[in-house]
């Protein structure tokens, strides 16, 4: 049976402006993180803690942290890959620190190498101090399986070694796992068999999907997901996002899309589609292109032809 609630977490302001060659200010990252938090995003992924040299576009991350005003309820999360990650996070005063980070590996190791310059086994040693870091501060920790449907250098991605990473994960008390598919491969019934290999290892309510919708797939293995019981997942507002080390690419799943499907199918998400929609043109025209939701498209163009 569908679950009646599903949990998004939005990924835009990070996946989506991690991978924009042009320059976005920390000031339009602020304000698309306060019109998402007004569109009733509850979750939301701000930035990452990585380093400025691999990912400039996230340098301001500090700054981003700085300016956000939280609403009662809202989750930060950013992105940590190491130890130094971390402590780049929390070097801020308390109010400002993330109420969850995100330690990023994956289950292809020519992927681990790209990404993060590190072997998957290497990866988790990484992260295991982080974890516990993380706890001691109060910090729910969630991990990514890159590269879980499929991997731009080595192809195929085996089930075994998705769940290897679901294991090595669980074994270093990361709390929750996301499957991820970084290039939009995965088609539903791989889909289901991914999730099912995290799901011996987590229970239900902590395993995601975080599906980038570049072959046009990722509603199709959202819904998918939903028959196995998940109902948490990442995406993106106006479905921008992509990885640098993932050339070719495309964007999550847009926010838009989702909350249009799942609430043609009763299930609640706590957004407000005309606010998200309203989100998605903001930055959008901050970047100078149409947003790709293309139920954000379509309900612009309805409200341009029947004004209120
Ligand atoms: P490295 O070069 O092996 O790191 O990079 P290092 O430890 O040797 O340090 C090298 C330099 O980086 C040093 O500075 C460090 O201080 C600095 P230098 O002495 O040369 O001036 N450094 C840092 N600076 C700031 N913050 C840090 C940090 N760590 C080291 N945390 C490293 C290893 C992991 C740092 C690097 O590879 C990296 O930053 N990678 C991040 C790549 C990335 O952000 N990718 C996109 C996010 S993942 C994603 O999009 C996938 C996801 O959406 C799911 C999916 O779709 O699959 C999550
Ligand atoms: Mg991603």
Redesign the pocket.
């Known amino acids: 049976m569908n679950p009646t609630h599903v949990t998004l977490v939005e990924?835009g302001p990070?996946?989506g402006l991690?991978?924009e060659a042009q320059p976005v200010a920390a000031a339009d990252k602020i304000e698309l993180i306060h019109r998402l938090q007004a569109a009733g995003c509850r979750e939301i992924e701000a930035t990452?803690?990585?380093?400025?040299?691999?990912?400039p576009q996230?340098a301001d991350n500090a700054a981003v942290m700085a300016g956000i005003r939280r609403r009662p309820g809202v989750r930060i999360s950013v992105?940590?890959?190491?130890?130094?990650?971390?402590e780049?996070a929390l070097a801020a005063p308390r109010e400002q620190w993330p109420d969850e980070v995100?330690v990023?590996g994956?289950a292809s190791e020519a992927?681990s190498q790209k990404?993060?310059?590190?072997s998957i086994e290497e990866s988790v040693e990484?992260f295991r101090p982080v974890a516990a870091a993380a706890h001691a501060a109060g910090l729910k920790v969630r991990g990514?399986?890159?590269?879980?449907l499929g991997c731009p250098y080595q192809g195929e991605v085996p089930l075994d070694d998705v769940e290897r990473v679901a294991r090595l994960m669980r074994a270093i008390g990361v709390d929750h796992v996301?499957v991820?598919?970084?290039?939009g491969v995965g088609t539903p019934r791989r889909v289901q068999a991914a999730l099912e290999r995290a799901l011996k290892h987590y229970p239900l309510a902590e395993v995601s999907g975080?599906f980038?919708d570049t072959y046009g797939q990722a509603l199709a293995n959202i819904h998918a997901s939903l028959a196995l019981g998940v109902h948490v997942f990442?995406t993106s507002i106006a479905g921008l996002?992509?990885?640098?080390?993932?050339k070719g690419?495309t964007g999550?799943v847009a926010t838009e899309d989702v909350v249009f499907m799942l609430q043609g199918m009763g299930i609640d998400t706590g957004h407000e589609l005309g606010a998200l929609v309203d989100a998605g043109a903001f930055i959008s025209q901050v970047l100078g292109r149409p947003p790709a939701s293309r139920a954000g498209k379509a309900l612009l163009t309805r409200r341009a032809q029947v004004p209120a």
Do not use: E
């Open positions: 990924v990070r996946d991690q991978n990452s803690f990585v380093s400025p040299k691999w990912v996230m992105l940590v890959p190491n130890m130094k990650g971390l780049a995100v990023f994956a992927f990404n993060i310059n590190c990484r990514a399986i890159s590269c879980a996301g991820a598919d970084t290039i975080h980038h990442d996002g992509g990885c640098p080390y993932a690419a999550n």
